[in-house]
């Protein structure tokens, strides 16, 4: 068997792959939620609890290794997914006149390529604008409640600041980089009718995605066991709708807040 | 003895002369069908029908007509063996069809099973991974040991009979959206892999019959149960777990 080795080596081990990223992922949205959800506090305490939140998140070298990991997991599972989807193609050149597939599988479980590649195309398009825009766009900044004194990435407030180039300046004096304001720029987005849109339809997308992807993925590292495969298909049921769906709660709720 | 009054049904099947000819459906009319013929007697008198007007019957597979040779394929109405559940299509029977009905009737369709002719296709692919490596090798020389004298959990018995029922008919292949023989194959797999007669070859086992398989052309699983669903001896998805535990483990443990 010596001829055949390597990362992809047979159709089994690309799907040990799609199913370990694809945990992995599953494991990153229940992250991503959780911070997510702290967008539900308003306010000027919830505004800066999110900022706050944003500096952790892009400052700590542990988030940081996982991040390159998440971003890692995101293109081995496309790049995966599509060679997969070639060789599915590929074993049936000629279909048939006539088929009726919703007799024996659900329709999640036949349509993973296209609902990962809306998933793929929400995720640049998020990536663009709010990643993106954090780290090399022109964001706006944190002062205090008052508006009179910039914040500093650990929350002081620096009086008679300014701001330039990302960084607060006394007298000339760089006193460190500035707090952005991914808050203002979240809440931006979220007044485009469009962008709700979109990011709704991407969660129905991702949530489809998970009603098969979640259980698929115990099946393919070969967990299939009668006494925990209805635990295992109710938790996937579960997670793949109650997930997506806080997640798309959170730009309905920002769009008419 | 005729228990019901017969049925009058159009068919739409598959033609096609050979492997390289362009096939398409033709359509029949069939009168007054007895809903006591199985599908096979259905089809022996659509072939009748046509001979009289001297035409060419439609060639399909047949042998034992009692589910268990695995000859008889035909995608029924969207399905392989039909819309019934745990048969093959020789135990089909016309019963499951309504008066008026259009039942259409193709060849099972993967890269891997190219057609011969109408609807018959080649299915040799899947006794080439059973020659990979669906075997165990037993001294039959005379003195060989009585297989009962091996202590075999009863569970495990009766795990692996269930996976040795299958009858390689394709109808996994034919029914999943990959044209994967995934449930073929982990059913091999599984009737050794559960038994102590099959330990000693299990690594070569597997990934020997997964490599054919993917060099016979058949595709990836996508675990969307279709099989499980149209397998005639319900086959279970248990099987491909198991032989995507065996893999892994042959995988990382041989050199
Ligand atoms: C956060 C996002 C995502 C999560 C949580 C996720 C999760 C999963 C899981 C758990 C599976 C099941 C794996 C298995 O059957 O073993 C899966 C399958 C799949 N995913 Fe994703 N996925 C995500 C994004 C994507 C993207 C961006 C693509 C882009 C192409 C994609 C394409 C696929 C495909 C094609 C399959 C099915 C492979 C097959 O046919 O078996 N997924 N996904």
Redesign the interface.
């Known amino acids: 068997?010596?001829e055949?080795r390597g990362l992809l080596?047979?159709?089994?081990?690309?799907?040990?792959w799609m199913a370990f990223t694809g945990l992995f992922l599953i494991l990153f949205l229940t992250g991503h939620l959780a911070g997510n959800l702290q967008l539900f506090m308003t306010g000027y305490a919830g505004q800066l609890q999110f900022n706050e939140y944003a500096v952790f998140m892009t400052t700590n070298p542990a988030v940081k290794l996982l991040s390159y990991v998440t971003y890692l997991s995101i293109i081995f599972h496309a790049i995966d997914g599509i060679l997969?989807s070639i060789?599915?193609k590929?074993?049936?050149?000629?279909?048939?006149?006539?088929?009726?597939?919703e007799?024996?599988?659900?329709w999640s479980?036949?349509n993973?390529g296209v609902l990962g590649t809306i998933i793929l195309v929400y995720i640049v398009v998020h990536m663009q604008n709010f990643w993106y825009v954090y780290k090399f766009g022109s964001t706006p900044y944190m002062q205090n409640e008052d508006g009179t004194a910039p914040l500093l990435q650990d929350g002081s407030a620096v009086a008679d600041g300014i701001v330039e180039n990302g960084r607060v300046l006394v007298n000339g004096t760089d006193m460190g980089p500035v707090m952005k304001d991914l808050h203002s720029i979240v809440v931006d987005g979220f007044s485009e009718p469009i962008l709700v849109s979109f990011y709704v339809l991407a969660m129905i997308a991702l949530g489809f995605h998970l009603v098969?992807g979640f259980?698929?993925a115990f099946?393919?590292?070969?967990?299939?066991?009668?006494k925990y495969n209805p635990l295992i298909s109710k938790v996937g049921y579960a997670y793949a709708i109650v997930i997506p769906a806080l997640f798309a709660i959170i730009p309905i709720y920002m769009y008419f807040m | 003895m005729a228990t019901e009054k017969g049925i009058n049904i159009t068919l739409k099947v598959w033609r096609q002369k050979n492997g390289q000819a362009k096939g398409a459906l033709e359509t029949y009319e069939l009168k007054d069908v007895s809903p006591d013929n199985s599908f096979l007697e259905m089809m022996d008198i659509l072939n009748d029908q046509i001979i009289m007007k001297d035409g060419s019957p439609v060639a399909f597979d047949h042998d034992c007509r009692e589910g268990i040779c695995g000859s008889c394929s035909m995608y029924i109405n969207g399905e392989p063996h039909g819309p019934g559940r745990l048969v093959t299509t020789c135990q089909l029977h016309m019963r499951e069809f309504k008066d008026g009905e259009t039942i259409y009737v193709e060849p099972f369709r993967a890269k891997a099973f190219p057609i011969i002719k109408d609807l018959i296709v080649d299915r040799s692919a899947l006794d080439r991974i059973q020659h990979a490596g669906g075997y165990i090798s037993v001294n039959t020389s005379g003195n060989t040991q009585d297989a009962n004298a091996i202590p075999i959990e009863k569970e495990n018995a009766d795990k692996a009979f269930d996976a040795a029922t299958c009858i390689g008919c394709g109808a996994c292949v034919a029914a999943c959206k990959n044209a994967s023989a995934s449930l073929f194959m982990s059913a091999k797999i599984s009737q050794y892999a559960l038994l102590p007669q099959g330990q000693v070859e299990a690594k070569n086992r597997v990934l020997a019959m997964v490599k054919q398989a993917e060099e016979e052309g058949f595709g990836p699983c996508s675990n969307t149960g279709a099989c499980e669903v149209e397998c005639p001896k319900g086959i279970s998805l248990e099987n491909i777990a198991r032989m995507n535990r065996e893999y892994l483990s042959a995988s990382l443990l041989t050199k």
């Open positions: 068997m010596s055949s080596k047979s159709h089994i081990v690309k799907k040990y997969i060789a599915n590929k074993a049936r050149p000629v279909g048939y006149a006539y088929s009726k597939p007799k024996n599988s659900i479980s036949r993973m098969h259980s698929s099946q393919s590292l070969g967990l299939n066991h009668p």
